[in-house]
């Protein structure tokens, strides 16, 4: 990982995970051919994954977790768009929002984590952001 011009955040030039290996992993990920398409920013989301979880975890070691970690975290970016809009409405202070009536907890907030990505890096608590969510199944 290398320093990205002065800021001071990790920025991925020479990532761990691949455009090739993300292809090969995805192929047989159910569910993936959805979001990971020919279309599809590749290492756009590799690298916003990688700096993801390098923030919150730290440098990434090389080996076959951490970039199955990647992976999962790059597709939980292209899987729920959302995540960066709940997380400007919790900077916003906002504590219920949406049609399935979201509520944050004010202790939420930070990098959304996939749940899998977590584990694999053995953290059994991940950053999701929807404390508890219930559908308003009324008619106007």
Known sequence: MAAGSGTGLPIASEGIA?????DTYFS???GASDYWTSETEKTVALTTAENQ????YG????????EQA???????????????????L????????????EKYDRGMGGI????????????SKSALFAAEVEMDTEDD
């Open 70 to 88: 990647i992976y999962e975290q790059a597709l939980f970016l292209l899987m729920d768009s959302g995540v960066d809009r709940r997380r400007s």
């Open 53 to 56: 979880l390098t923030r919150v």
């Open 112 to 123: 959304a984590i996939c749940p899998f990505a977590a584990e694999v890096l053995g953290d």
């Open 28 to 30: 047989t990920r159910l």
């Open 90 to 101: 919790q900077a916003q202070g906002v504590r219920e929002a949406g049609f399935v009536q």
């Open 59 to 66: 440098n990434l070691e090389e080996t076959m977790e951490v």
């Open 18 to 22: 691949t455009e090739a290996g993300a």
